[in-house]
């Protein structure tokens, strides 16, 4: 059974960074793209980042670029998000979901669309 389980959320003030870990729980899983999304009070669901298997091509929201950056380990079972200079409007729920179908290209809405599995979410509150 997968499951998509986040980390690394809490509490900081503006300026400062976190780390975001989303682990896998089965390793014979092979998703073809992994995404973070994020999702505050009163607000849908919006894309973060994604980034396919191979490493090879990554997607930025533009309001985060330049302050965050995917990636994932060698194992291709945990996929991070480390986000640096952290404003208030990053406060959110964040999410990471998997994917798992080559023929469909790695981005935000074919992820929404068609993701296999999405985590619990880990919250981000940034004061």
């Known amino acids: 059974h997968v499951q998509l389980v986040e980390s690394g959320g809490g509490s900081v003030q503006a300026g400062k960074s976190l780390r975001l870990s989303c682990a896998l729980t089965d390793y014979t899983y092979r998703s073809s793209c992994m995404g973070w999304f994020r999702q505050a009070p009163g607000k849908q669901r919006e894309g973060v980042a994604t980034?396919?298997?191979?490493?090879?091509?990554?997607y930025y929201a533009d309001s985060v670029k330049g302050r965050i950056t995917i990636s994932q380990d060698s194992a291709k079972t945990t996929v991070y998000l480390e986000m640096h200079s952290l404003e208030p409007e990053d406060t959110a729920m964040y999410f990471c979901a998997a994917l798992n179908d080559w023929r469909i290209p790695c981005t935000v809405p074919a992820i929404f669309q068609y993701a296999g599995y999405w985590g619990q979410g880990t919250q981000v509150t940034v004061s």
């Open positions: 980034i396919t298997r191979s490493g090879g091509s990554t």
